[in-house]
């Protein structure tokens, strides 16, 4: 695994919220508020630009509710980029201009349907991606993505999903050698198998973290899982997210990140 070589990103990608939000894909019916979702998105875009990280921003789309979940229509491989085919069909607008915005800067590679990839089911380890073969991604996404990463020497680890969206609904890397895993969420074994160390979490929206180079950003609604790692030394930023969650989204999919050259990121 590539350990040393980890990265906060160079760049991050975000697309706006839209005012048809409230009528993303979502398995609740609480009342969304618009306006609070976009100050949550904007402390998000800011907690990275304090990192950092150079922001490129997407506008929103009104036609595509979900389009403030960004990571699941694209992954960034280094020098190179995947346009997805979302495993919701209603999602597939969303994928074009996020499309033609990456090929203005770098190579890219497009997956079509049958196969079906989101990148939320994608979780880069060193040189290892973890893909979730969730409700969104299918095995035909997983062997898109394997023939793309191959050609920057990342392997494709299939995860298989029994529950939760996303495979990074469950697990996040928290720092190059570390998972945050929602305990009892799925077989660890792949984790394990490649070196990893896991840290079990119970709140379900501490799964979900976004680690940079220097700090690591954490949902409000994990106080535990915050306390106990900045008790391992980490610096974490806790961000409010109630808005984006009511949407089953959370910190890493509201953003594709793309590494400096030659590093890796989350
Ligand atoms: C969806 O159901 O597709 C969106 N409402 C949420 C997507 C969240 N994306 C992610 O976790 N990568």
């Given at each position: 695994?590539?350990?040393?070589?980890?990265?906060?990103?160079?760049?991050?990608?975000?697309?706006?919220?839209?005012?048809?939000?409230?009528?993303c894909l979502r398995g609740n019916n609480l009342p969304i508020d618009v306006?609070?979702?976009?100050?949550?998105?904007?402390?998000?875009?800011?907690?990275?630009?304090?990192?950092?990280?150079?922001?490129?921003?997407?506008?929103?789309?009104?036609?595509?509710?979900?389009?403030?979940?960004?990571?699941?229509?694209?992954?960034?491989?280094?020098?190179?980029?995947?346009?997805?085919?979302?495993?919701?069909?209603?999602?597939?607008?969303?994928?074009?201009?996020?499309?033609?915005?990456?090929?203005?800067?770098?190579?890219?590679?497009?997956?079509?349907?049958?196969?079906?990839?989101?990148?939320?089911?994608v979780l880069r380890a060193g040189d290892t991606l973890f893909v979730g073969?969730?409700?969104?991604?299918?095995?035909?996404?997983?062997?898109?993505?394997?023939?793309?990463?191959?050609?920057?020497?990342?392997?494709?680890?299939?995860?298989?999903?029994?529950?939760?969206?996303?495979?990074?609904?469950?697990?996040?890397?928290?720092?190059?050698?570390?998972?945050?895993?929602?305990?009892?969420?799925?077989?660890?074994?792949?984790?394990?198998?490649?070196?990893?160390?896991?840290?079990?979490?119970?709140?379900?929206?501490?799964?979900?973290?976004?680690?940079?180079?220097?700090?690591?950003?954490?949902?409000?609604?994990?106080?535990?899982?915050?306390?106990?790692?900045?008790?391992?030394?980490?610096?974490?930023?806790?961000?409010?997210l109630s808005e984006l969650h009511k949407g089953d989204g959370a910190l890493?999919?509201?953003?594709?990140?793309?590494?400096?050259?030659?590093?890796?990121?989350?």
């Amino acid at each position: 695994m590539s350990l040393s070589s980890f990265s906060s990103p160079a760049l991050a990608w975000l697309r706006g919220v839209p005012d048809s939000y409230p009528r993303c894909l979502r398995g609740n019916n609480l009342p969304i508020d618009v306006s609070l979702a976009r100050a949550q998105h904007r402390a998000y875009a800011d907690a990275l630009a304090e990192a950092g990280v150079a922001l490129s921003w997407l506008p929103a789309d009104e036609l595509c509710p979900d389009s403030v979940f960004i990571e699941d229509t694209a992954v960034l491989l280094g020098p190179r980029a995947l346009a997805t085919a979302p495993g919701a069909a209603a999602r597939a607008p969303e994928v074009p201009p996020v499309a033609e915005a990456l090929a203005r800067h770098v190579p890219l590679s497009r997956m079509a349907p049958p196969a079906a990839l989101d990148g939320g089911d994608v979780l880069r380890a060193g040189d290892t991606l973890f893909v979730g073969l969730s409700g969104r991604t299918n095995e035909r996404g997983v062997s898109a993505l394997a023939s793309v990463a191959a050609r920057e020497g990342l392997a494709v680890r299939p995860v298989p999903l029994a529950a939760g969206l996303h495979l990074k609904s469950v697990v996040t890397l928290l720092d190059p050698g570390t998972l945050v895993l929602l305990d009892g969420a799925l077989d660890p074994a792949p984790f394990l198998g490649a070196g990893l160390d896991l840290l079990l979490v119970g709140e379900p929206a501490g799964a979900n973290v976004l680690a940079l180079a220097d700090r690591v950003l954490v949902s409000a609604d994990a106080p535990e899982t915050a306390r106990r790692l900045s008790a391992r030394g980490h610096a974490v930023v806790r961000l409010s997210l109630s808005e984006l969650h009511k949407g089953d989204g959370a910190l890493t999919c509201l953003s594709l990140r793309s590494p400096p050259p030659g590093r890796w990121c989350a």
